[in-house]
Structures are given as structure tokens and as C-alpha cells.
């Protein structure tokens, strides 16, 4: 019960914040426009949200291969469900799902664990390079047929603008200082490791050799990666495909509801509601909808309990169907686990 706590905490916060958009917008207001979606393209957008998986799990495949632990298409796909849903679930979303996301792939590819975590890690990285393109792309179209810049728009342009300068410039740092960084890594964590295997009774810690050879792996993993250009542009191509599904099912939920609006719209706000995705709840859940409704709401012009009600069908097929596809991957992963042992 108390390794579930935070996440029960962290849904209580979302479901917290979600109730009170609702209230915002007017309940009367939202459940007569939500009650006005049109069913058949809403059964488009669940296709949609199903290639966007798909397409991702094919990035992951190919970072895969390119690691030397291939495996089926239709496994990368289930298994990156599975990834997904370890971040919908875990508050603060990427950065406290990638360790269970990894644990998730170092299983079905039969493979290591760091190979995992550099798997996962060079997807999530790879995703923000089209993602900010789109904002760049998407902010250029919405501003030019502004007539002035709010405050939404504002915040936008920042968000983009130190995406497009963070990304680049940890990058370099990350890859230019690899090895001070990991020496740092194992000074850090060796004496934490070490501390918690003196307060859990029956295991035994890693040695700080063994630290250390497991996280140099995780390095040397990284490495092959950046070396394989061609699989770096494929992984990329999938992931830019990826970005656009998302954006043609957020524009099929507003259309669903009666109102087409400019593509650029939802390109803008997509790539830049997932920096809410660090907030400490589940996947960001609550967050991510907060700035979806605060970019879209003066870029379209659309009523806010529209685009609220657009969001919230937009989230379902994006954020709970592959709750329900991975947790029933993850299951079996650790069913499997369990039988092995191991």
C-alpha cells in the first residue's frame, strides 16, 4: 500500500485538478457540449491514437536494433504501450516512469538493464527534436494571424525558445562531459545503493565495480546510438509521424464537436503542454489538459468548455487507451518475471 500511495496521491491531485476545469468552464456548459460529439469520428480518433503508438513503438524498435537487441515489430509496439503507461501511472510522468519503462524493455528483449534504460531514454530524447519543430512551425502560423501577443502566447514562445536552447545545449554538455558524468554518477549513487542494502534485510548491494560497469554500459549503450546516424533519422522520421497523429487526433476531437480550427493550432499546443508532463502527477494528467485549454482557448477562439470537452476526449484515447494496452503488457512482463524467478 505505501508504493501505491504516491501514485493514489497523484491521481487524487489530477482528478483535483480536472474537477476544477470543469467547474471553471461551467458544468452545464461542458456536459451539454460533450454530449454534442459526433461517435464515428470519434472512433477515428482512437485509430489515430493507435498509429501514434504504433509509430512510436516502431522508433523504439529501431533504437533497439541499433543497440543489438532487436525484437518484433508487434513486441516494440506492445512493449512501448507498456512504457507509456509506466509514465501515465507514475508521478512526474517521464522522468519517474523511465526506470520501470526500462526494467519493462530490458524484459522483452531479453537484454540488460542499462541497454533498457538507454533505449528508452534516447526515444524520449529523440522526441523532443520534432516536437520542436512542430511548436516553431505551429507558433509561426498562430502568431502571424494574431493581432497581438497575450500573455498565452507568451508563455509559448518562452516554453519553445528554452526547449530549443536546453535540448541542443545538454546535449552537447551531456556528451562532450560523458565521462566526468559518469564518474559523478557512481560517486553519488554508491553510497546510496550501499545504504539501502544495510536497511533491506536479504539483499545484497552492488559493489562499486559493479555500479559503476552497469552504468558505464548505460553510457556505452548511448554511444552506439549517436553513432548510428541512419537508425537516429529513422527513429526520428517514426517520431515526427508520431507528433502529427497526436495533432490529427486533437484536431478530430475539436472537429467532433462542431468546430474545425487551423492545424497549427493544436501543433502549437501539443509539443508545449508536455513540459507539464514533469509536474508531479501521473503522466502530467491535469497539467497537460490545463495548457492544452490555455493555448487553444485564445488561438482558436473556440468557448473554453469546448475545448475542455475537446481536450478531455482527446486525453482519453491518447492517455487511457494505452493505460489499458500497457498495464496488460506490464502485467504479463511481470508475470513472466515472476515465473522465472527472477
Given at each position: 500500500m505505501a508504493d501505491r500511495l504516491p501514485t493514489i496521491v497523484g491521481f487524487a491531485g489530477a482528478l483535483t485538478v480536472l474537477a476544477g476545469l470543469v467547474w471553471f468552464v461551467g458544468v452545464d456548459d461542458f456536459l451539454d457540449s460533450i454530449a454534442k460529439a459526433d461517435l464515428s469520428i470519434l472512433a477515428i480518433v482512437v485509430c489515430i491514437a493507435l498509429l501514434w503508438l504504433m509509430l512510436w513503438g516502431m522508433a523504439l524498435k529501431t533504437v533497439l536494433d541499433s543497440l543489438g537487441a532487436p525484437v518484433p515489430a508487434h513486441v516494440a509496439i506492445l512493449v512501448f504501450a507498456a512504457a507509456v503507461f509506466s509514465n501515465n501511472i507514475t508521478p512526474f510522468g517521464q522522468a519517474g516512469g523511465e526506470p520501470v519503462s526500462a526494467l519493462l524493455i530490458s524484459e522483452a528483449a531479453d537484454t540488460e538493464y542499462e541497454t533498457g534504460l538507454a533505449a528508452i531514454a534516447s526515444v524520449d530524447t529523440l522526441h523532443f527534436v520534432p516536437s520542436i519543430g512542430f511548436a516553431i512551425v505551429g507558433f509561426t502560423f498562430v502568431a502571424a494571424g494574431a493581432v497581438q501577443l497575450g500573455r498565452n502566447l507568451l508563455f509559448a514562445a518562452a516554453a519553445i525558445a528554452t526547449l530549443a536552447v536546453a535540448l541542443p545545449v545538454g546535449a552537447y554538455l551531456g556528451w562532450r562531459y560523458r565521462y566526468e558524468l559518469e564518474a559523478a554518477v557512481v560517486r553519488a549513487l554508491t553510497p546510496v545503493v550501499q545504504t539501502v542494502g544495510r536497511i533491506i534485510p536479504r539483499?545484497?548491494?552492488?559493489?562499486?565495480?559493479?555500479?559503476?560497469?552497469?552504468?558505464?554500459?548505460?553510457?556505452?549503450?548511448?554511444?552506439?546510438?549517436?553513432?548510428?546516424?541512419?537508425?537516429?533519422?529513422?527513429?526520428?522520421?517514426?517520431?515526427?509521424?508520431?507528433?502529427?497523429?497526436?495533432?490529427?487526433?486533437?484536431?478530430?476531437?475539436?472537429?467532433?464537436?462542431?468546430?474545425?480550427?487551423?492545424?497549427?493550432?493544436?501543433?502549437?499546443?501539443?509539443?508545449?503542454?508536455?513540459?507539464?508532463?514533469?509536474?508531479?502527477?501521473?503522466?502530467?494528467?491535469?497539467?497537460?489538459?490545463?495548457?492544452?485549454?490555455?493555448?487553444?482557448?485564445?488561438?482558436?477562439?473556440?468557448?473554453?468548455?469546448?475545448?475542455?470537452?475537446?481536450?478531455?476526449?482527446?486525453?482519453?484515447?491518447?492517455?487511457?487507451?494505452?493505460?489499458?494496452i500497457g498495464g496488460g503488457v506490464a502485467s504479463a512482463l511481470g508475470t513472466d518475471r515472476a515465473r522465472n524467478g527472477r
Open positions: 539483499w545484497t548491494p552492488p559493489s562499486a565495480s559493479a555500479i559503476e560497469n552497469g552504468i558505464e554500459g548505460f553510457f556505452t549503450s548511448i554511444d552506439r546510438i549517436a553513432a548510428d546516424r541512419r537508425s537516429l533519422l529513422t527513429a526520428t522520421a517514426f517520431s515526427a509521424l508520431g507528433w502529427l497523429m497526436l495533432g490529427t487526433a486533437l484536431w478530430l476531437s475539436l472537429y467532433a464537436l462542431g468546430h474545425a480550427v487551423p492545424f497549427s493550432a493544436v501543433m502549437l499546443a501539443i509539443p508545449v503542454s508536455m513540459v507539464a508532463g514533469v509536474m508531479p502527477l501521473p503522466g502530467g494528467s491535469g497539467a497537460i489538459e490545463t495548457v492544452l485549454i490555455t493555448l487553444l482557448v485564445p488561438t482558436t477562439g473556440i468557448p473554453s468548455a469546448v475545448v475542455l470537452s475537446a481536450v478531455l476526449l482527446y486525453r482519453g484515447a491518447t492517455y487511457w487507451l494505452p493505460v489499458l
